[in-house]
């Protein structure tokens, strides 16, 4: 196979990957995107590689295999970074905090989420902001921290509603009542 022929098979693996995966065999999509990251390092496909990189966590980390999620989250953060891709930057330091909190790693989740925030403030990307403020009241509900955990829900609660977020809107409010009612306070 020639370079050339490298970026159509790519795509040809993406899209065996995806398959398996809606199939449930996340084993052999682990494996076929593995294989497309390094056709992606082989083409100086950086971007590729990154996404490609990003899904192998999502997946690791679906499977439990949180430490290897990192890895390539961490890798995926690298290379988004020498594109200067700050969404995609956001997006992968929410994924790392994530995996930090799936393994209770509740101050390297913060320190993760806090790293997240301003690049999306600096985007005005007001779903990646409240989904970060949500991340962080988990973790403060994990702590026993229910007031900072409800003011959290509170600043997301409105942005999510500015963005129509039907899905989020509803779990967020879920959240809210649960925590307040918890708590023994009147609705706010």
Request: glycine letters at 8%; hydrophobic letters at 35%.
């Amino acid at each position: 196979m020639t370079k050339k022929d490298q970026p159509g098979e790519s795509a040809q693996i993406n899209i065996e990957a995806d398959k398996c995966l809606l199939a449930g065999d996340h084993q052999k999509a682990l494996t076929l995107y593995l294989k497309n990251a390094d056709t992606f390092a082989v083409l100086q496909d950086y971007y590729g590689q990154a996404k490609t990189l990003n899904n192998v966590g999502l997946i690791q980390s679906g499977m439990g295999r949180n430490e290897d999620a990192l890895v390539h989250f961490l890798k995926a953060l690298e290379l988004f970074g020498r594109l200067g891709k700050k969404l995609q930057m956001a997006e992968m330091w929410g994924n790392i905090g994530s995996t930090y909190r799936n393994m209770e790693l509740y101050e390297k989740a913060m320190e993760a989420y806090f790293e997240a925030l301003p690049l999306y403030e600096d985007l005005d990307h007001k779903l990646g902001i409240a989904d970060q403020y949500t991340n962080m009241a988990y973790v403060h509900t994990r702590r026993g921290d229910m007031e900072e955990a409800i003011n959290l829900y509170h600043k997301a609660l409105p942005l999510y509603e500015e963005s129509g977020d039907r899905r989020r809107i509803d779990v967020t409010t879920h959240n809210l009542q649960n925590l307040i009612s918890a708590m023994g306070k009147a609705p706010q």
